[in-house]
């Protein structure tokens, strides 16, 4: 594409290795609305799946096969001929290649192949592949004139690694654009980019290499100076027309390995163990443990924090499975498409997890399907001050939930493949997908009894510590003085950990305070919330700048480094 003709913006996604091939190609076919959107706005799109899947999604890509998408179809990137690309909307990458483009190199990616099969870009130079792979500057630049001599466009990531100002960022990136520079000039002078001289066009992908994996990116000003210095070295070299440049964004991811996260300390002073609590002697001091190769091992402790959170009374991913992360996924993955496929769908229970559901849903879908929330109570948020559970129902409303007050489901039937409820009122009522949100039970069963209440919760003094027992303590949803929340949580692993820091160094813990205001935020959709701190309702704007942009996501990374508090 020409610079004359590309369009003003462009926006991709790399989908790394988080996508399964069927996933890729479910993802790629509901691209469709997206492209045409796009092109109605003169925006360039483009698509870098994992190499295994790469070859799948082109085949649905070309428009010369009849056979895979709908007539008129507007995703398509080209015909199958190297160099020759149409200026379709949506274009494919691939998430790196081979310099070499054929010969003895085992398990490498020719870009000749790329090429022919209708691939437009290659993305290379990826910090992930600097810090993992070793990559260099070199490398890269080897790889961007495999990738231009086959008529593609070299997608290359760059950054800075340390957090500094606008002139060490420009330093530090300078390199890593010059070597690109330097073969399109040198290949260009030789005639060597297919197509004919003049054709080549790269583009570099920014982002500093110290804000990735960070709850927030980089500062906006910091991105347009760093770029704004670096377009001008390319200009300067008379680069301007066939330089693109592209801003990276990582966003939130909502699993993340805890392994990492100790790397940070020396190897000595932790072990960490992928297995399930299956008892406590608290007479011995030693934790049972079934790991998760099925072996059983005796742990033992001098101080001991239970921290195993909740889980759902039901098989809905609202908490972590007891089964691990693939079976949470699975659930995840399993209710995304339940929820996409039914046309009707009632949420049981009307409190912060049920209105946000039902807020969501009515949001994402906006009256495609009809959204029914079932609530004991005389309206939702019933245990709130009226201001913020009136503005919840009335928001609800205006989305078009359907909210059917002082009811309980008291059965369930399913009626070929449709849930059957028991209200109640004695009434029924028939859903495509029944989503209930009451109860969670506490990780607690390897506890012994005499620690807990009625309920399976810890019960704690006010220091955190397990009462009836020494040296043990617990936090989060597992303890009994505070709700299950995550605002909670947070405040009293702050406290545990300085608790146990001040006892371990023979000093008194210090009392951790739950009389302070009750708190908490309720998202409706992703532009408004409700939400309280003692008597004062929060304004919808503040629930959503808090909370309601990412729901907390961004926080993950600061807990698995030990950094957020």
Same mark, same amino acid.
């Given at each position: 594409?020409?610079?004359s003709?590309?369009?003003?913006?462009t926006?991709?996604?790399?989908?790394k290795?988080?996508?399964t091939p069927s996933?890729?190609?479910a993802? +790629?076919?509901?691209?469709?609305p997206l492209?045409?959107?796009?092109?109605?706005?003169?925006i360039?799109l483009?698509?870098?799946?994992s190499?295994?899947s790469?070859?799948?999604?082109?085949?649905?890509?070309?428009?010369?096969?009849?056979?895979?998408?709908?007539?008129g179809?507007?995703?398509?990137s080209?015909?199958?001929?190297p160099?020759h690309?149409?200026?379709a909307t949506?274009?494919?990458?691939a998430?790196d290649?081979?310099s070499?483009?054929?010969?003895?190199?085992?398990?490498?990616?020719?870009?000749?192949?790329l090429?022919?099969?209708g691939?437009t870009?290659?993305?290379?130079g990826?910090?992930e592949?600097?810090?993992?792979?070793r990559?260099?500057?070199?490398s890269?630049a080897?790889?961007?004139?495999?990738v231009l001599?086959n008529?593609?466009?070299?997608?290359?990531?760059?950054?800075?690694?340390?957090?500094?100002s606008v002139?060490?960022?420009v330093?530090?990136?300078q390199?890593?654009?010059t070597s690109?520079?330097?073969?399109?000039?040198?290949?260009?002078?030789?005639?060597? #980019?297919?197509?004919g001289?003049?054709?080549?066009?790269?583009?570099?992908?920014?982002?500093p290499?110290?804000?990735?994996?960070?709850p927030k990116?980089?500062?906006a000003?910091?991105?347009?100076?760093?770029?704004?210095?670096l377009?001008?070295?390319?200009?300067?070299?008379g680069r301007?027309k066939?330089?693109?440049?592209?801003?990276?964004?990582h966003?939130?991811?909502?699993?993340?390995?805890i392994?990492?996260g100790?790397?940070q300390?020396?190897s000595?002073?932790?072990?960490?163990i992928?297995g399930?609590a299956?008892?406590?002697?608290?007479?011995?001091k030693?934790?049972?443990i079934q790991?998760?190769?099925?072996?059983?091992?005796?742990q033992?402790y001098?101080?001991?924090?239970?921290a195993t959170?909740?889980r759902?009374?039901?098989?809905?991913?609202?908490?972590q499975?007891l089964?691990?992360?693939d079976k949470?996924?699975?659930?995840?993955?399993e209710?995304q498409?339940r929820?996409?496929?039914a046309?009707?769908v009632v949420?049981?229970?009307a409190?912060?997890?049920?209105?946000?559901?039902a807020?969501?849903?009515?949001?994402?879908?906006?009256?495609q399907?009809?959204?029914?929330?079932v609530?004991?109570?005389?309206?939702?948020?019933?245990d709130?001050p009226?201001?913020?559970?009136k503005?919840?129902?009335?928001?609800?409303?205006s989305?078009g939930v359907?909210?059917?007050?002082n009811t309980k489901?008291?059965?369930?039937?399913?009626?070929?493949?449709?849930?059957?409820?028991?209200?109640?009122t004695?009434?029924?009522?028939?859903?495509?997908?029944y989503?209930?949100t009451?109860?969670? #039970?506490p990780n607690?069963?390897?506890?012994?009894?005499?620690?807990k209440?009625?309920?399976?919760?810890?019960v704690?003094?006010? +220091?955190?510590?397990?009462k009836?027992?020494?040296?043990?303590?617990?936090?989060?949803?597992?303890?009994?003085?505070?709700?299950?929340?995550?605002?909670y949580?947070?405040?009293?692993?702050?406290?545990?950990?300085?608790?146990?820091?001040?006892?371990?160094?023979?000093?008194?813990p210090?009392?951790?305070?739950?009389?302070?205001p009750p708190?908490?935020?309720?998202?409706?959709?992703?532009?408004?919330?409700?939400?309280?701190?003692?008597?004062?309702k929060f304004?919808?704007i503040i629930? +959503?700048?808090?909370?309601?942009?990412?729901?907390f996501t961004?926080k993950?990374?600061k +807990?698995?480094?030990g950094?957020?508090?």
């Amino acid at each position: 594409m020409s610079s004359s003709t590309r369009p003003q913006r462009t926006i991709g996604i790399s989908l790394k290795l988080y996508f399964t091939p069927s996933q890729t190609l479910a993802y +790629y076919l509901k691209l469709s609305p997206l492209v045409e959107l796009a092109q109605a706005h003169d925006i360039h799109l483009f698509l870098v799946p994992s190499a295994v899947s790469l070859p799948l999604v082109l085949q649905l890509n070309d428009p010369t096969n009849p056979n895979v998408l709908p007539a008129g179809s507007s995703i398509c990137s080209g015909s199958t001929t190297p160099g020759h690309k149409t200026s379709a909307t949506l274009s494919l990458g691939a998430q790196d290649c081979s310099s070499y483009e054929s010969g003895a190199y085992t398990g490498e990616v020719s870009p000749l192949e790329l090429s022919l099969l209708g691939c437009t870009l290659v993305e290379m130079g990826h910090a992930e592949r600097r810090k993992l792979f070793r990559e260099s500057d070199e490398s890269v630049a080897g790889k961007s004139k495999a990738v231009l001599r086959n008529g593609m466009t070299p997608l290359v990531c760059i950054g800075e690694k340390n957090h500094g100002s606008v002139q060490d960022a420009v330093q530090e990136c300078q390199p890593q654009i010059t070597s690109i520079l330097d073969v399109l000039e040198t290949m260009e002078s030789s005639g060597d #980019i297919r197509g004919g001289k003049g054709t080549g066009e790269i583009i570099f992908a920014y982002e500093p290499v110290w804000a990735i994996g960070q709850p927030k990116p980089a500062d906006a000003k910091h991105v347009v100076s760093v770029v704004r210095a670096l377009r001008e070295i390319c200009t300067r070299r008379g680069r301007g027309k066939e330089i693109r440049f592209l801003q990276l964004t990582h966003y939130p991811q909502l699993f993340q390995e805890i392994a990492p996260g100790f790397k940070q300390y020396p190897s000595g002073s932790f072990e960490y163990i992928l297995g399930t609590a299956t008892g406590i002697d608290t007479t011995s001091k030693n934790v049972t443990i079934q790991t998760s190769s099925g072996a059983t091992l005796q742990q033992n402790y001098t101080e001991l924090v239970i921290a195993t959170g909740s889980r759902s009374s039901v098989d809905i991913p609202w908490k972590q499975s007891l089964e691990g992360t693939d079976k949470t996924k699975a659930v995840l993955h399993e209710y995304q498409e339940r929820v996409k496929s039914a046309k009707h769908v009632v949420v049981a229970g009307a409190g912060p997890t049920g209105v946000e559901t039902a807020a969501e849903l009515a949001f994402e879908y906006k009256g495609q399907k009809e959204i029914t929330l079932v609530t004991a109570g005389k309206t939702v948020l019933a245990d709130l001050p009226p201001s913020v559970n009136k503005a919840a129902e009335n928001q609800l409303k205006s989305m078009g939930v359907k909210v059917i007050a002082n009811t309980k489901v008291t059965g369930e039937t399913n009626v070929g493949g449709n849930m059957e409820l028991s209200l109640s009122t004695g009434e029924t009522l028939t859903t495509n997908l029944y989503l209930p949100t009451v109860g969670v #039970i506490p990780n607690t069963e390897f506890v012994p009894s005499a620690l807990k209440n009625n309920r399976g919760d810890v019960v704690v003094d006010g +220091y955190l510590k397990v009462k009836g027992v020494e040296n043990i303590w617990a936090v989060g949803d597992v303890v009994d003085v505070q709700p299950s929340q995550m605002a909670y949580a947070a405040a009293q692993s702050k406290a545990l950990s300085k608790n146990l820091d001040l006892v371990l160094r023979g000093q008194n813990p210090i009392v951790y305070k739950t009389d302070g205001p009750p708190m908490i935020a309720v998202t409706l959709g992703r532009s408004k919330g409700t939400g309280r701190m003692g008597t004062w309702k929060f304004p919808s704007i503040i629930v +959503y700048f808090v909370k309601g942009k990412t729901l907390f996501t961004e926080k993950l990374p600061k +807990y698995v480094m030990g950094t957020e508090f």
